[in-house]
Each structure stands twice: as structure tokens, then as C-alpha cells.
């Protein structure tokens, strides 16, 4: 029945150019019976074609319209939302409409978050800043009256101690927070002081005339603390510490044993540590005259440039160790003239130096009966000294002025699960290489009375990188941080404080 339909249709259709009375007259008026034809649920639908097709429900003939790429992506992002992973659903939903539509507000809202949470870190910045400035200040006022040669360095070397006793124990402890040179032993007398700082802001609060003011701006440390101290020795947290430190020894007769074979039983263990660039990093810093004391078989050596500096002098405790020293710097610098090598330790080091008519070798370096150094380095060496604090301040003591003493060593580590571990290990290590591992490298550098000028730890903090100078003299322009070169007068920075 319905191919009859469709015959008929189209016989109506073309019956104009079919008829026959069209070959004599094509004005002819042609009477027409039709047949009418009426249709019911049928879709008339276009597919990629531009002429319509009438598809029937039950035909074969259906057509259906490929899908977009909009729909496709509609139907799977509504199949994840069902996806009985929660991560799934999630990631679902940061693709649908309704969140991309919400987006923006998000995007505001967050942004908001950060410029105040940015503006608040700020805040804090400038405030530590300016506690930090004041208390530099009022650390080095003497500074102005001691003499100086025409750079700004002072002509005598003073200890930093000279500088601290300038502000009350409080204020030196939060110096130490600020500067991130707090040390481990400092930490139980800091947590001291933090308590009796919680109680005075609750006595400062509990006036309502103070209910909207900052403590931190109305606190003065100078008036508060100013002849108060607090006693270690009641302290049981740095008690504790100091039972962990392992007495000091002279190690020259172990390194005298241990010389033919050191660097062979040793080279594996800086391999993987990656030693080689920090010695690279050290020997980097060396120029001018330089002294290495405790430098061990002259593992240094292969990354020294004598282009860099006017004299090397080489100082260690052990004579076996001091001829592979000199052995290696001959094979590897054989025509280089100003090279000293001086057995000795670090702690008679001003004997040394003072004395020329009994250490030619030192005398023909410098001429001069006062020896002095523009640089003095060493590497691994103050857990083996057997007095360190006076060791470095020999080395302090033979600094030029503006001169720097760059120091490589391995110590306690910032997490105390670490320092557990080097605690439980020191005594082995120090019977298998002669060095007291689980020393405090801050604290003995403290101790000694030098400045530090650059302190990075590397390796979970165990490795110290320390370049130090003597007290008062000024900075160079490339050891100043981001925010004194850039927010700073940089004239008044590299000037000795005031």
C-alpha cells in the first residue's frame, strides 16, 4: 500500500513534463484530478544532504544525525559523574558547565585570599625586617669609634663577642631566629624565653586600654630583659645536648696511620655524597694568599686554580699526611714557586705564624713577620681538632682585614631524628676516621667570635658551607641578600654597621 502511495506522488509530481498535451501547447490549460494523500507520524528530517527525506518509524530507510563533538563530550563527562571513584566524579565535575560557569568567582575569590594573605605575610616581613634592622644597629654602635684603614675595615680584630655584650641575651637569641642561625643548644633557652613572652602579653591584654593595640609594637626587649639571664643548667633539654658532644682529642697519631690509604677508603664515600662540587664551591672562594689548615692529603688540590691566588699555604697536624700533600701538589703544579707546606696544628697556629726565623718555609711566602691571609679555608676539619673554638680563632686572628675564612664541614643535621642517628653513631665514626661527626658547627662557629656572612647546609643540614669574616668589617656587594641590594641604600649596607 505504501509503494502505491509513493507512485502515486510522484506520478503528480512529474505529470506536467509526462503529460502528453505538452508537445502541442505548453499553454494549454490542463486540468489536473489529484489525489489527496495525507500523512501521520512521520518525520521529515535532513541529513548531510540538502534534500529532505520523509523516514518512516518501522523503514529500514531511518536516518538518524551523527552526534556533535558538544554531545559526545556532554555523554561522558554525565557517565563519570556516576563513576563510583570519588576522584573520577571530581575531576568530572571541574568539566562540567556548572563549574566552568562558577569558575570566575572562584578565580576572584581565591585571588582575594592570596592579596590578603599576601599582604599580611608582607606585614610580618617588614616587621622582622625592622626588629632586625634595629638590633644590627644596636649590636654594632661601637663600631663607628674603632680604628680603620681607608676600605672601612677595622685595623684591630675584634671578636663578636666584643659586639653581643651591646645587647641583653634575649635580644642576641632572637638575632640568631632572625638571621636563621639559630642553633640547637639556643633552642630550649629560646623556648625559655617564649613562655615568659606568653605571659607578658597576657598581663598587656588584660588592661582594656591595650585591647587594640599589637604587643609586638609596644614591647621593648631592652627595658624587659636588660640584666636578666637564664641559667643552662636548668634547663634539662640542653643538658641533654651537651651529653650527646663527644670529648675532644688530638687525632695526629690516627691520620699518621691512616695516610697511605686515606684517600682510596675515603674517595668512595664523596663520590656518592656528591663531595666533589662543594670542594669545587670551596676552592672557588680561595684567592689572594691563602692558607688551608687541616688540609689533610691535599684532596683539594685537583680543584685549585693558581691563576686565582698569590700563595698557598698548606697546614696539617700530621707530617705522613703533609708528604701526600706536597707529593700531589708537585705532580700537579710542578713549576709553582709560592706554595708552603707546614706541619703543625691549628691551635699553635699564631705561634707559627709569628715565629719566621723557626718556620722559614712560611717566611719566604709572605716576607713579613706578622703572617696574613686574604683567604683561609678548610674542609672537614674542626671535628677533628682537639680545641676548635681556638682554632678558628687563631685562623680569625690571620685574617687580613676584608679577608674571608670559607669553611666545608659536616656536623648536626635541622631534624632531630637525624641528629639521634649521628648521636648513636658518632663514637664508630669517630674510631673509623678520626672526627667527632655529630658536632654543632653553628654553636662552636659562635664561639670562636666570627661573623658569618654566608651559611648554607646541604644534605638534610649535615653539610655545612660557611663563609665568615672578621667582626665589623663591611660586606661585599655580592654577599648582600635580595632585599638589601634591592630595597636598600647599598652605599650604607657594604659600609661597616654603625
Known amino acids: 500500500m505504501f509503494k502505491q502511495r509513493n507512485q502515486q506522488l510522484f506520478r503528480l509530481i512529474n505529470l506536467k513534463i509526462n503529460h502528453p498535451l505538452s508537445a502541442f501547447s505548453a499553454s494549454a490549460p490542463i486540468a489536473i484530478k489529484t489525489i489527496p494523500i495525507s500523512f501521520s507520524n512521520k518525520q521529515f528530517i535532513r541529513s548531510n544532504s540538502t534534500d529532505p527525506y520523509i523516514s518512516y518509524d518501522n523503514s529500514k530507510f531511518y536516518v538518524r544525525r551523527k552526534k556533535t563533538h558538544e554531545e559526545i563530550h556532554e555523554e561522558m563527562i554525565n557517565k563519570k559523574l556516576k563513576d563510583p571513584s570519588k576522584m573520577v566524579r571530581l575531576g568530572a565535575y571541574f568539566q562540567t558547565k556548572k563549574f566552568n560557569k562558577n569558575l570566575t568567582k572562584y578565580l576572584v575569590l581565591a585571588y582575594a585570599v592570596f592579596i590578603l594573605y599576601g599582604s599580611y605575610h608582607l606585614y610580618g616581613i617588614f616587621i622582622k625586617q625592622k626588629e632586625l634592622t634595629n638590633l644590627n644597629n644596636k649590636k654594632y654602635k661601637l663600631n663607628s669609634s674603632f680604628e680603620k684603614d681607608d676600605k672601612g675595615n677595622n685595623l684591630k680584630t ?12 634575649y635580644e642576641n637569641i632572637r638575632l640568631k631566629e632572625l638571621t636563621g642561625k639559630l642553633r640547637e ?31 609586638i609594637e609596644h614591647f621593648d626587649a631592652t627595658k624587659e630583659f636588660n640584666g636578666f639571664t637564664i641559667n643552662n643548667d636548668d634547663l634539662p633539654e640542653y643538658l641533654e645536648y651537651m651529653k650527646r658532644m663527644l670529648p675532644a682529642r688530638d687525632t695526629s697519631p690516627f691520620f699518621d696511620d691512616k695516610a697511605s690509604s686515606y684517600d682510596s677508603e675515603i674517595g668512595t ?23 688551608e689548615v687541616a688540609s689533610g692529603t691535599g684532596r683539594n688540590i685537583k680543584y685549585l686554580k693558581p691563576t686565582n691566588i698569590d700563595s698557598i699555604t698548606y697546614l696539617d697536624s700530621s707530617p705522613k699526611m703533609m708528604n701526600e700533600t706536597n707529593k700531589k701538589f708537585r705532580e700537579k703544579f710542578p713549576f709553582y714557586k709560592k706554595a708552603a707546606f707546614v706541619v703543625g696544628r691549628a691551635e699553635d697556629l699564631l705561634k707559627l705564624a709569628g715565629n719566621t726565623a723557626e718556620n722559614n718555609k712560611i717566611e719566604k711566602v709572605s716576607q713579613s713577620h706578622k703572617v696574613k691571609y686574604d683567604t683561609i679555608i678548610e674542609s672537614f676539619g674542626i671535628c ?50 678520626g672526627c667527632r661527626a655529630n658536632l654543632d658547627i653553628g654553636a662552636i662557629l659562635d664561639d670562636s667570635g666570627v661573623e658569618i656572612v654566608e651559611e648554607k647546609r646541604h644534605q638534610f643540614g649535615t653539610l655545612w658551607c660557611i663563609v665568615a669574616k672578621r667582626p665589623g668589617d663591611p660586606r661585599r656587594y655580592d654577599e648582600l641578600n635580595f632585599y638589601e641590594k634591592y630595597f636598600t641604600n647599598v652605599d650604607d649596607v657594604i659600609k661597616p654597621l654603625k
Open 158 to 169: 675584634y671578636s663578636i663577642k666584643d659586639f653581643e655584650k651591646n645587647l641583653n641575651e
Open 269 to 291: 664515600e664523596e663520590f656518592f655524597l656528591g663531595l666533589g662540587s662543594r670542594r669545587k664551591w670551596l676552592m672557588k672562594n680561595a684567592h689572594g694568599d691563602v692558607l
Open 185 to 215: 643548644r639556643d633552642i630550649p633557652k629560646l623556648n625559655a624565653y617564649k613562655e615568659i613572652l606568653k605571659e607578658k602579653e597576657t598581663e598587656f591584654y588584660s588592661n582594656p586600654e591595650n585591647k587594640n593595640k599589637k604587643f
Open 384 to 433: 677533628s681538632h682537639e680545641d676548635p673554638v681556638k682554632s678558628i680563632n687563631n685562623m680569625l686572628e690571620l685574617l687580613k682585614p676584608g679577608g674571608r675564612l670559607v669553611l666545608l664541614e659536616h656536623g648536626r643535621s635541622t631534624y632531630s631524628s637525624l641528629n639521634n642517628y649521628l648521636d648513636k653513631r658518632a663514637p664508630k665514626r669517630l674510631s673509623t676516621w
